[in-house]
T-cell receptor, first 117, second 112 residues
Framework: DTGVSQDPRHKITKRGQNVTFRCDPI?????LYWYRQTLGQGPEFLTY????????KSRLLSDRFSAERPKGSFSTLEIQRTEQGDSAMYLC???????????????FGPGTRLLVL | KQEVTQIPAALSVPEGENLVLNCSFT??????LQWFRQDPGKGLTSLLL?????REQTSGRLNASLDKSSGRSTLYIAASQPGDSATYLC???????????FGKGTMLLVSP
């Protein structure tokens, strides 16, 4: 078990470009979460999946943000038409929920640091 | 809406000192509370998790306490070392939800 991995670790892009980040959770984990962390702040929840189902997406920052987990394994977070305010660390976490109503420890990946010029 | 506050925002101590980091939250209907460590530019490492029914958890030199009714938690670090230098984040999971609400963190510097 290598833990949660994220790719790329760093991304520099120009304003207006689209970017996509990938997260590979711990292999047996069925829940996957995305958070955003800006400088000097704690992580802020964006969205999460149970298997391939996206259970909460109302906290995505705008309609430029979207996430998928097509086969219930890895997930992608896409930001379209990036803005300078999107510059942040994007963190992924995963957990093993034994039933729909359980709440469990989340394990975080190393993050993807995005800089929008 | 749950809000989490951490005090102090930054702390600098000499090696060997015992120290306390504070966390408060506005909604006491929590499922658990977790303390994380974050090194500069890195992801989060879970240190301790306290279920709402528990009062404290210990791991090595770390001890975390929880007073759910007053909305407070403390992280006690004994005999601090330079390797403890990092940002410490407190996060709560509200009952009925699976998402974490974080504080802004306490940046700790332990000097040799």
């Amino acid at each position: 078990d290598t833990g949660v991995s994220q790719d790329p670790r760093h991304k520099i892009t120009k304003r207006g470009q689209n970017v996509t980040f990938r997260c590979d959770p711990i292999s047996e984990h069925n829940r996957l979460y995305w958070y955003r962390q800006t400088l000097g702040q704690g992580p802020e929840f964006l969205t999460y999946f149970q298997n391939e189902a996206q259970l909460e997406k109302s906290r995505l920052l705008s309609d430029r943000f979207s996430a998928e987990r097509p086969k219930g394994s890895f997930s992608t977070l896409e930001i379209q038409r990036t803005e300078q305010g999107d510059s942040a660390m994007y963190l992924c976490a995963s957990s093993l929920a034994l039933s729909v109503n359980t709440q469990e420890t989340q394990y975080f990946g190393p993050g993807t640091r995005l800089l929008v010029l | 809406k749950q809000e989490v506050t951490q005090i102090p925002a930054a702390l600098s101590v000499p090696e060997g000192e015992n120290l306390v980091l504070n966390c408060s939250f506005t909604d006491s209907a929590i499922y658990n509370l977790q303390w994380f460590r974050q090194d500069p530019g890195k992801g989060l490492t879970s240190l301790l998790l306290i279920q709402s029914s528990q009062r404290e958890q210990t791991s090595g030199r770390l001890n975390a306490s929880l007073d759910k009714s007053s909305g407070r938690s403390t992280l006690y670090i004994a005999a601090s070392q330079p390797g403890d230098s990092a940002t410490y984040l407190c996060a709560v999971m509200n009952s009925g939800y699976s998402t974490l609400t974080f504080g802004k963190g306490t940046m700790l510097l332990v000097s040799p």
